[in-house]
């Protein structure tokens, strides 16, 4: 194409005449039929392990490849049980990214814990491990790591801070399902790990989650956290806790069981599914790289496979002439691609990590302990990646046709963008419609 034809934003034609959506999740009809079969025989609940908790369990376990595999009811609570089961004390500290969903952090308040952010790899947003040692105090229990839109964080510098210190380590994998560090997937490296199993997720229950660990006591003190009863009677059987097995904790964090069907058979096509987002993602990588202002996300040597959660490649907007991120998506948008913006702020950013005033009934560290407060520019790669990151979404099903018109897109707007860039200094940038 004639990447100097009028741009849309401009009033030209767009690029993309059709909408290019990601439809997910992608159930089929033998899902459907799975789960209502649980609904026709009033399988709807269940007091022990058992149907297709069970069945999920085993299957998840022998595919990450740990001793044990538990379903709750989201990912929220697989990290909250993770915390409780390593044995947060009040006043411990927990080193954890900034750059992360909310849920991987905020449970460490409620185990009465106090979470130190880290700073992120600009590149990848990922937790920058080469960082942590420089945060260990006597207090700290754990590091936490979320690896990101499915690329896994560099785990071996990470466990080796963790053995050189005595830490635990958590592992978020929320956004990484099937992913592989060094040839190892995800789940299985640290000491305990969380995985979300909400409606975006590569696998999903549309509401779920599941703890996994090689770990006896951390997966006991998981099921007396969340399972009582049947389950619990069950699960715990050391001399150490087996008598409070009949009670628990008293709170029910079980999975639904047609939950558990649908993610059972989600995970079943994980790894035909991440073939095909593989694929996408490397066929528009492979034209992003020949444009000047956009950087392909980044692929480290440890990074073996990737899940492709969300993909992100990084605005420079200095290849541009300066032309603002904010009127470069916007011109992409015009010619019809699917783009956007991270829409949230790494943690430190948030009043809940920087008001004075911040308290909850349920947070009190330990003596001589303070709730640590953040300011803007103080962990500056992490907003440095949020404020150059472009997000696409990925694709289910064979697009690499489809995505040529995007990689046009992305040629038509950096072809223009000293137009642009005239325009938006002169405050002539104009509103797109609807």
């Known amino acids: 194409m004639n990447v100097t034809e009028k741009l849309a ?34 399988e709807i609940s269940y007091n022990g392990r058992e149907g297709t908790v069970r069945d999920l369990e085993e299957h998840f376990r022998e595919y990450v490849g740990t001793r044990y595999a538990l379903a709750v009811n989201s990912g929220t609570s697989a990290l909250h049980s993770a915390f409780f089961a390593i044995g947060l004390q009040p006043g411990d500290e927990v080193l954890a990214p900034t750059y992360t969903f909310h849920a991987t952090v905020m449970p460490v308040f409620v185990c009465n814990a106090v979470p130190v952010l880290v700073d992120a790899e600009a590149d990848t947003g990922n937790i920058d491990p080469t960082l942590l040692e420089s945060h260990v105090t006597a207090r700290t229990k754990a590091i936490v790591a979320t690896h990101l839109n499915g690329y896994p964080v560099d785990m071996a510098t990470i466990l080796s801070v963790a053995r050189k210190h005595g830490l635990w380590v958590i592992e978020d994998c929320s956004q990484a399902h099937g992913a592989e560090c060094d040839g190892r997937r995800v789940g299985g490296l640290g000491d305990v790990a969380a995985f979300s199993m909400q409606s975006r997720k590569q696998v999903t229950a549309g509401a779920g989650g599941i703890l996994t660990t090689n770990d006896d006591r951390v997966h006991e003190r998981a099921v007396l956290f969340g399972h009582s009863l049947n389950r619990s009677v069950e699960a715990v059987v050391s001399d150490e806790y087996r008598r409070f097995a009949s009670t628990g904790l008293g709170l029910n964090l079980r999975m639904h069981p047609v939950a558990a069907v ?158 642009l860039r005239d325009l938006e200094r002169a405050g002539c940038v104009p509103v797109p419609t609807a």
Not at 10 to 19: D, E, F, N, Q, R
Request: proline share 8%.
């Open 262 to 419: 649908l993610a059972d058979r989600t995970l079943a096509r994980l790894d035909e599914l991440l073939k095909v987002r593989e694929a996408n993602c490397a066929h528009l990588d492979a034209m992003l790289s020949r444009i000047d202002g956009v950087h392909p996300p980044v692929r480290r040597p440890h990074m073996t496979r990737i899940a492709h959660y969300s993909h992100q490649p990084l605005y420079r907007q200095e290849e541009l002439g300066d032309l603002s991120i904010g009127t470069f998506v916007r011109a992409l948008a015009a010619e019809g691609v699917p783009v956007s913006r991270p829409k949230s702020p790494p943690l430190h950013q948030e009043p809940a990590f920087q008001d004075p005033e911040w308290k909850l009934d349920t947070y009190h560290p330990g003596p001589g302990n303070s709730y640590r407060r953040y300011r803007d520019g103080q962990l500056p790669n992490s907003e440095t990646y949020v404020a150059t990151a472009l997000r696409l979404p990925v694709f289910s099903r064979d697009v690499r046709g489809e995505l040529d018109a995007v990689g046009e897109a992305f040629e038509k707007v950096t072809q223009q963008a000293g137009l």
């Open 9 to 42: 934003l401009l009033g030209g034609t767009p690029v993309i005449k059709s909408s290019l959506e990601e439809r997910w999740p992608a159930f089929c009809e033998s899902d459907v039929e799975a789960a209502a079969e649980l609904v026709r025989r009033g």
